[in-house]
């Protein structure tokens, strides 16, 4: 089975402080850790996994700057097989949508039978496997958190619906689904692992190469700043020595019915 | 002509979801003077049902009825929407499991622009409707725009719009099936697997000690169960805990795990994401303990404290035993 998986580097929220820097035209993106986006691994597991069942490749792909190879290559010390970057200055400032035709025209060169995006990225949006699914017209579906080959024609997908509940489909091949985290537990990559797929050769495919014009990636939707709402009234903050504060805690506890 | 907004309306079992009445209110928001219309799909009895009750909230209702909309696969429901909005149709889905599956791909055949998870709208302006969204688990928000000459896809959050409860629409429904095309489609939807019964049903609970990333490491979910035992508390928690399997699906809170109604929430170590607290209704009592300043379930906690949980949870614990 080929399997693409797409991927994203985004700045990690668990070793940064987001916050809108002095013009509030973005975020601060000084000294910013990057990591792969956290519901992509639990996708490249997946596709790792079926690979070894079934057999066939796992291909990484991201539309990004030169810097995104760096989780093409951790997603490759993973398991995967091959990686992509797609990379052009046309591609910057582009949407969700244009993303989304970018890696349809890369896809539309390979032959691949099951394309596998995270169920969402940084911005929230989780809308570039649904976009590109309708693009190719194939079946999409999204928050998977549970998958199975039945053969090479079609899949059993599970997805995350509301109260825990599952709803379970068949999908014929090709399609899209995004991962929901919690799928599997990807696996550990260690510096020896990157280090050994350091000298692996990543394409970079430009717009020229995907024969992209500056119209197909032109944004639909436009940010136009960054900034943070004024607070609420919010929580009553209990301040003082740890030891003031439990006391006020425990007597709030207590009156509030807390602590039976 | 004023502006037509439609509305997707979500049901089950012949009733309509909370969201329903939400978004008038959220389609009242991007243009007042906007003609609001209900799109139910769906089949039979359980349709007709919901289609009445809309008739009260929406002037306008499109009824779908085909035997293979009983269950709402987003493939096919998407090719029945095609078949029936206009081509400048703006369109509003709420921002939950299904509008995820529908909405992104329904943009593209609608050749529109797609504005997700949107909190709040600031208007149209000429063709541009802007609009608030969050980025980074709600640490910052963003002003987005689009051209909505040609149509949009929108999909609210749920519980970001007062629900509309006029009910003084006295509304028409429409049927619509006969516009809906051919709905074949290579995904084909099986059953439902309901979520297995855990052995503490937290949606009974009247005190829960709920835990989050902040925990760390598995070890660590001792002093939590120390807490909920001097507290006489029951355990639950956020995502990221089901998710590393340190606590079973059953014990999580949000809108894909359990809905809560708790007369006091102790959210150790949970930053609060909208998908989290989506599981908290009744308006509990909210103690959060976080470490970071800026987490954004200080914004709706009651009280809050900004500590690792991981060193104050046991001085806490001691403090309530040495009180009995």
Redesign the interface.
Same mark, same amino acid.
């Given at each position: 089975m080929e399997i693409l998986v797409c991927v994203k580097r985004v700045p990690d929220t668990s070793e940064n402080e987001i916050e809108v820097n002095s013009k509030g035209t973005d975020i601060d993106r000084d000294d910013l850790v990057y990591s792969v986006n956290e519901w992509d691994n639990y996708a490249v597991e997946e596709a790792i996994q079926i690979r070894d069942k079934v057999g066939g490749t796992v291909t990484v792909i991201t539309v990004g700057d030169e810097e995104a190879e760096e989780v093409l290559r951790r997603e490759m010390a993973m398991g995967a097989d091959k990686g992509i970057l797609l990379s052009d200055e046309a591609f910057e400032g582009t949407d969700g949508r244009g993303i989304a035709a970018i890696l349809k025209a890369e896809i539309e060169k390979g032959n691949y039978d099951l394309i596998l995006t995270g169920a969402q990225a940084d911005d929230g949006a989780g809308q570039v496997g649904g976009m590109l699914a309708a693009m190719l017209d194939v079946p999409y579906a999204s928050l998977v958190n549970y998958l199975e080959v039945i053969d090479d024609k079609k899949i059993k997908a599970g997805r995350e619906i509301a109260g825990g509940n599952q709803e379970m489909n068949e999908i014929e091949l090709p399609c899209v689904l995004s991962i929901q985290t919690g799928i599997n537990e990807p696996r550990y990559v260690g510096i020896r692992g990157i280090r050994k797929v350091a000298s692996l050769d990543i394409p970079v495919r430009t717009a020229g190469d995907l024969g992209l014009d500056a119209s197909a990636v032109a944004p639909k939707v436009n940010r136009v700043d960054y900034f943070v709402p004024e607070p609420g009234e919010g929580a009553e903050m209990l301040e003082g020595s740890t030891e003031e504060i439990i006391e006020k805690l425990v007597e709030i506890l207590k009156a509030k019915g807390g602590i039976k | 002509m004023s502006r037509q907004v439609f509305a997707y309306i979500l049901h089950k079992e012949g009733t309509p979801d909370d969201t329903a009445l939400e978004l008038i209110t959220a389609a009242k928001k991007i243009d007042p003077d906007a003609s609001v219309i209900a799109v139910v799909t769906g089949s039979g009895d359980n349709l007709n049902t919901v289609c009445n009750e809309m008739t009260a909230s929406y002037s306008e209702v499109w009824k779908v009825d085909h035997a293979d909309l009983a269950y709402p696969?987003?493939?096919l429901v998407?090719k029945a929407l095609v078949g029936i909005l206009p081509k400048d149709a703006v369109v509003l889905v709420p921002h939950?499991?299904?509008g995820?599956?529908?909405?992104?791909?329904?943009?593209?055949?609608l050749d529109a622009?797609?504005?997700?998870?949107v909190v709040d709208f600031e208007g149209v302006e000429g063709d541009t409707l802007?609009v608030i969204?969050?980025?980074? /688990?709600g640490?910052?928000? !963003?002003?987005? =725009?689009?051209?909505i000459s040609g149509g949009v896809v929108i999909t609210p959050r749920p519980g970001s719009f007062q629900p509309d409860e006029s009910k003084s629409a006295g509304g028409q429904a429409t049927d619509k099936s006969g516009e809906i095309g051919d709905l074949a489609?290579?995904?084909?939807?099986?059953?439902?697997?309901?979520?297995?019964v855990g052995e503490v049903d937290i949606t009974k609970s009247?005190?829960l000690v709920s835990v989050g990333?902040g925990i760390e490491d598995q070890d660590n979910l001792e002093i939590i169960e120390e807490l909920a035992e001097?507290?006489?508390?029951d355990i639950s928690c956020s995502?990221?805990i089901?998710?590393?399997?340190w606590l079973e699906? /059953?014990r999580?809170v949000g !809108?894909?795990? =359990?809905?809560v109604k708790p007369?006091?929430y102790?959210a150790l170590g949970i930053s609060g994401s909208f998908q989290h607290m989506g599981g908290i209704k009744g308006s509990p009592?909210?103690?959060?303990v976080n470490k970071?300043p800026?987490a954004p379930i200080?914004?709706?906690?009651?009280?809050?404290?900004?500590?690792d949980i991981l060193e104050?949870v046991p001085?806490?614990t001691e403090?309530?035993a040495e009180?009995k």
């Amino acid at each position: 089975m080929e399997i693409l998986v797409c991927v994203k580097r985004v700045p990690d929220t668990s070793e940064n402080e987001i916050e809108v820097n002095s013009k509030g035209t973005d975020i601060d993106r000084d000294d910013l850790v990057y990591s792969v986006n956290e519901w992509d691994n639990y996708a490249v597991e997946e596709a790792i996994q079926i690979r070894d069942k079934v057999g066939g490749t796992v291909t990484v792909i991201t539309v990004g700057d030169e810097e995104a190879e760096e989780v093409l290559r951790r997603e490759m010390a993973m398991g995967a097989d091959k990686g992509i970057l797609l990379s052009d200055e046309a591609f910057e400032g582009t949407d969700g949508r244009g993303i989304a035709a970018i890696l349809k025209a890369e896809i539309e060169k390979g032959n691949y039978d099951l394309i596998l995006t995270g169920a969402q990225a940084d911005d929230g949006a989780g809308q570039v496997g649904g976009m590109l699914a309708a693009m190719l017209d194939v079946p999409y579906a999204s928050l998977v958190n549970y998958l199975e080959v039945i053969d090479d024609k079609k899949i059993k997908a599970g997805r995350e619906i509301a109260g825990g509940n599952q709803e379970m489909n068949e999908i014929e091949l090709p399609c899209v689904l995004s991962i929901q985290t919690g799928i599997n537990e990807p696996r550990y990559v260690g510096i020896r692992g990157i280090r050994k797929v350091a000298s692996l050769d990543i394409p970079v495919r430009t717009a020229g190469d995907l024969g992209l014009d500056a119209s197909a990636v032109a944004p639909k939707v436009n940010r136009v700043d960054y900034f943070v709402p004024e607070p609420g009234e919010g929580a009553e903050m209990l301040e003082g020595s740890t030891e003031e504060i439990i006391e006020k805690l425990v007597e709030i506890l207590k009156a509030k019915g807390g602590i039976k | 002509m004023s502006r037509q907004v439609f509305a997707y309306i979500l049901h089950k079992e012949g009733t309509p979801d909370d969201t329903a009445l939400e978004l008038i209110t959220a389609a009242k928001k991007i243009d007042p003077d906007a003609s609001v219309i209900a799109v139910v799909t769906g089949s039979g009895d359980n349709l007709n049902t919901v289609c009445n009750e809309m008739t009260a909230s929406y002037s306008e209702v499109w009824k779908v009825d085909h035997a293979d909309l009983a269950y709402p696969n987003a493939e096919l429901v998407r090719k029945a929407l095609v078949g029936i909005l206009p081509k400048d149709a703006v369109v509003l889905v709420p921002h939950e499991h299904f509008g995820l599956d529908l909405s992104p791909g329904l943009s593209v055949k609608l050749d529109a622009p797609y504005l997700p998870d949107v909190v709040d709208f600031e208007g149209v302006e000429g063709d541009t409707l802007k609009v608030i969204r969050q980025e980074f /688990s709600g640490m910052v928000s !963003t002003h987005v =725009q689009a051209d909505i000459s040609g149509g949009v896809v929108i999909t609210p959050r749920p519980g970001s719009f007062q629900p509309d409860e006029s009910k003084s629409a006295g509304g028409q429904a429409t049927d619509k099936s006969g516009e809906i095309g051919d709905l074949a489609s290579t995904r084909r939807y099986l059953e439902i697997v309901e979520a297995e019964v855990g052995e503490v049903d937290i949606t009974k609970s009247d005190v829960l000690v709920s835990v989050g990333r902040g925990i760390e490491d598995q070890d660590n979910l001792e002093i939590i169960e120390e807490l909920a035992e001097a507290m006489g508390a029951d355990i639950s928690c956020s995502r990221p805990i089901v998710d590393a399997k340190w606590l079973e699906k /059953s014990r999580q809170v949000g !809108t894909s795990g =359990q809905t809560v109604k708790p007369k006091v929430y102790m959210a150790l170590g949970i930053s609060g994401s909208f998908q989290h607290m989506g599981g908290i209704k009744g308006s509990p009592f909210i103690v959060a303990v976080n470490k970071n300043p800026k987490a954004p379930i200080f914004q709706v906690a009651d009280v809050g404290v900004v500590a690792d949980i991981l060193e104050f949870v046991p001085e806490l614990t001691e403090g309530i035993a040495e009180e009995k």
